[in-house]
């Protein structure tokens, strides 16, 4: 360990992840940052900093510079430095990155990260059209892209080779969903069967749309400071950004951030535990349960059947629902991994509440370069004592 | 830029580093395995194989439902993303096929003519 100081979630909140034709992008900012200001036991005016991250709004609403002045200004939060983060999915993560840092640095002592995002804008085709931009679009344009297919082909070699099978793929997505249900922030959520899930219309692979994350918008907030929430201290423990693109076909970004942040925070994969991970599609988490080195290559579906990863089970993953079944307004989704486990590490979750924990890790991916997801970011986060 | 005239036919643009050797699509002004600053012009494919593939239900960019996409790696090494105009399977040979004048490319099967052909040579 360096000696910096620490820095602490001092306070998160959200707005409810959605379909909210009638609620502009400020307002969901406003509500967020508001939870998140009374959370910490904070005024607007005690925010030194801020970070405000959003992918799409430039193309999808309008607004393609100074967003963040713009959202926060509605919220209260003026005159203070304001900083702009697009990072596509992993905005949110790494504007959070970003505040901990000038808390780490001892520049401020409160910063506030938000993310918000609004992808209804009744038309789905110009939805989707955006997030293709979320690549290298010179060399994607023409391809027809869907990240749904990215992620099919990744989970390719797992399916045809019979180590993930049809029933593992409804399974996990029947998990998501059920958590989702008990989470009052979720825009899905659902007790589902096999058959629901695997009857359901087929968009990529073997993927269907209960196991896809939906179009979404709705908005998160932490803020992030040198001293704690006056009932419960969330210190920041590891908080690591990464890009990929070198990688190829191995996709090692992901395992790259993970490994650096098990080395910054001195712990490994037994110490974790509650998870929160990007599942774009919930099949996807068995993928992200062997780069966590929470079971070996090629035994994420053995792990998975031991129910583990379920809220009561050892090592709970993605206990908000996750993507699936929360909702994932791009630059929102960061963040609200990050509410997620605040709430569960000081055991405010409500009926989705996992056993007593201490060591959090979130993980939140972005985008796609050269066969690899872009960018990853890897937080961990531990209750004191 | 991203197709190149090559004789009669069309291949794709790219990168050859000069210090290292490593080819890469797109050209890239600095190698990414070296990090020299020699990267010249070179033209990739036709022949490339689908190491991962996906097909797709919902039609966009133009593009209508079912259509296949995949990854495929070029005979000279790098791995694109690209659609592909039936579908494949893992290890499936695959060409370069492309609308020069609209800039749009995609890859074909090759036949099992043509395979054998090739591995008689």
Redesign the interface.
Known sequence: MNDRRTAYIRGVGMHPFGRFPDVSLRQMTAVAVGAALDDAGLGPDQIEAAYFANSLGGVLNGQEAIRGEVNLHHAGISEIPIVNVENACASGSTALWNAIRLVWSGEVETALAVGAEKLFVGDTGRTLAALRMATDVEMTQGQALQFTAMYAMRLQEYVQSGLLTERHLAEITIKNQRNGALNPYAQFGADLTEEEVLAARRIAGPLTIPMIAGISDGAAAAVVSSTPHADASIAVRASILATGGVDGLNEGVVRRAISQAYESADIGPADLDVVEVHDTTAPIEFLYYEDLGLCARGKAGAYFDSGATQLGGATPVNPSGGLTARGHPVGATGLAQIAELVWQLRGQAGERQVHESRLALSQNSGGWLDGDTAVCSVHVLERGA | M?LMADGDGLRLAGGLCADCGHRM??QRAVC?ACGGARVGLAAFGPDGVV????????S????EAP?W???V?LAEGP?????LASQPE?GQRVRLAADAA?????FEAVGDEASAEEEGK
């Open positions: 991203r699509i797109p990414p190491r991962k593939w996906s097909d797709l239900t919902v966009v960019d133009g593009v259509y996409v995949g990854l790696e791995v694109l993303f690209v659609r893992v609209a800039d749009v490319y995609w």
